[in-house]
């Protein structure tokens, strides 16, 4: 297991994230060391999904306008259908996803997630995979899509949905071992 003492991770997150897209990714960065804080668009705690319907509330550790991508060293994107659509709405939320790649730092997005690199415009030339009702949005975006259940794209990480958590998971921590990749780009 890689040792991520010292490195910082933001979530970004909002209401109707999927629980376990966010709750398995979180814990697995923390057993290996990191500090992961949840950022969203307001303070105070954000409702999650689950099993189609509410689920538990998490609480925000910063608001996007406390933080900058300087603040972190990767960025994970869990999803849900309500969740990505609400922050692909949010022009600060976009430009904080933009961000991570124009740093050449690790980004993570699983589920419906993607529709936020699309929105930010990183998806050109990019071999990703995502929930397979928004494929056709991911090749609309320049993307090469496939079906797998994880894909690393020069720190990059794709996965489809929670049965991939265990694989997300693994190339998450990797990746965010590894830091920052130059091919990683807007």
Not at 107 to 134: D, K, M, Y
Request: with cysteine.
């Amino acid at each position: 297991m890689e040792n991520l003492n010292r490195k910082t991770v933001a979530i970004l997150a909002t209401n109707g994230f999927e629980e376990s897209e966010l709750s398995e990714p979180k814990k697995a960065l923390e057993k290996a060391g990191a500090t992961v804080e949840i950022v969203s668009l307001k303070s105070g705690e954000i409702k999650s999904w689950n099993d189609g319907d509410w689920g538990k509330n998490y609480k925000v550790d910063k608001t996007l306008e406390e933080v900058s991508q300087f603040d972190y060293n990767a960025l994970m994107l869990p999803g849900g259908v309500i969740n990505p659509d609400a922050l692909r709405r949010d022009k600060n939320a976009v430009e904080f996803v933009k961000s991570f790649f124009e740093n050449h730092k690790p980004v993570a997005a699983i589920c419906h997630a993607p529709w936020l690199l699309a929105e930010a415009g990183v998806l050109e030339g990019r071999t990703i995979t995502s929930f397979n009702s928004i494929k056709t949005d991911m090749i609309n975006a320049g993307a090469n899509w496939v079906d797998e259940e994880v894909v690393v794209d020069e720190g990059l990480v794709t996965s489809r949905n929670p049965d991939d958590l265990p694989a997300f998971n693994n190339k998450l921590v990797e990746e965010v071992y590894e830091g920052k990749h130059e091919a990683q780009t807007a």
